[in-house]
C-alpha cells in the first residue's frame, strides 16, 4: 500500500515567487492535514480537511497561503507570493475516520527554501 | 490549551549507553500520546504511541508509559545504536474527535561508535 506522497521534495524559489505544494494521501483516508516545521522549531499544525471540505484552518499563518482539496483525493497547498520566513519543510499527512486513536501517517514532506 | 514540552537537545551519547527523552503534556480530557522519528533526509515515522493511561507503547526496543498522575510520556532505549541517530518528537492528539497533532520541539540524538 502506497503512504502519503508528497510532491516536489525540495524547493527553491525567489521571495515573491509562487510555489504549490502537492500531497496525495493514503487512499480511503478522508482526513488529510498539513504541517510545517519552520527553522528547525517545533512542527505546527497548519490544517486539516475532512474529505473535501476544511475542517480546522487554524494554523494557517496568513492569506499568502491557499490550501485546497478537490474532489476529496489528493491536496495542493500554494504559498503566493512566498517570503523568506516561509522556508522550512511542509509536511502532509493522513488518517481515517473520526477517531482520535487512528494513526496520523506523515510523508516525507516538501522542503522549502525562499532566497 | 494543550501542550507538550520536551527535554533540550542534543542528545549525544556513546553505543549501548541508556537513553531516556523526556517528555510531558498539558491537555484537557483523555489524548492519545505518540512519538515520531526523523531520521536525516528522511519524513516522520511514527515509532510508537499510547492511548490511554498506563499504556506502554513499545518499537524498534523503544518504550514509553502513558503516566497520567504525572503527565509524562517518556521515552526509553536500553542500549542505543548508531543508527538511532535522529530527531524525536513527542506529540498528543486532542480530543473531539479528530486526531490533530501537537508536538513537542523535538530533541535531536546523536550516538556515537
Known amino acids: 500500500e502506497a503512504g502519503v506522497t508528497q510532491f516536489p521534495s525540495h524547493s527553491v524559489i525567489e521571495k515573491g515567487q509562487t510555489v504549490t505544494l502537492r500531497c496525495d494521501p493514503i487512499?480511503?483516508?478522508?482526513?488529510l492535514y498539513w504541517y510545517r516545521r519552520v527553522m528547525g522549531k517545533e512542527i505546527k499544525f497548519l490544517l486539516h480537511?475532512?474529505?473535501?471540505?476544511?475542517?480546522?484552518e487554524s494554523g494557517m499563518p496568513n492569506n499568502r497561503f491557499l490550501a485546497e482539496r478537490t474532489g476529496g483525493t489528493y491536496s495542493t497547498l500554494k504559498v503566493q507570493p512566498a517570503e523568506l520566513e516561509d522556508s522550512g519543510v511542509y509536511f502532509c499527512?493522513?488518517?481515517?475516520?473520526?477517531?482520535?486513536?487512528?494513526?496520523?501517517?506523515f510523508g516525507e514532506g516538501s522542503w522549502l527554501t525562499v532566497v | 490549551g494543550n501542550s507538550v514540552t520536551q527535554m533540550e537537545g542534543p542528545v549525544t551519547l556513546s553505543e549501548e549507553a541508556f537513553l531516556t527523552i523526556n517528555c510531558t503534556y498539558t491537555?484537557?480530557?483523555?489524548?492519545?500520546l505518540f512519538w515520531y522519528v526523523q531520521y536525516p533526509g528522511e519524513g516522520l515515522q511514527l515509532l510508537l504511541k499510547?492511548?490511554?493511561?498506563?499504556d506502554k507503547g513499545s518499537n524498534k526496543g523503544f518504550e514509553a508509559t502513558y503516566r497520567k498522575e504525572t503527565t509524562s510520556f517518556h521515552l526509553e532505549k536500553g542500549s542505543v545504536q548508531v543508527s538511532d541517530s535522529a530527531v524525536y518528537f513527542c506529540?498528543?492528539?486532542?480530543?473531539?474527535?479528530?486526531?490533530?497533532?501537537?508536538f513537542g520541539a523535538g530533541t535531536r540524538l546523536a550516538v556515537h561508535p
Open positions: 499527512a493522513s488518517s481515517q475516520g473520526r477517531d482520535r486513536r487512528n494513526t496520523i501517517y
Open positions: 487512499s480511503g483516508h478522508d482526513n
Open positions: 480537511f475532512v474529505k473535501e471540505s476544511k475542517q480546522d
Open positions: 491537555a484537557t480530557g483523555y489524548p492519545s
Open positions: 499510547a492511548t490511554k493511561a498506563d
Open positions: 506529540a498528543l492528539s486532542e480530543g473531539g474527535g479528530y486526531n490533530k497533532l501537537i
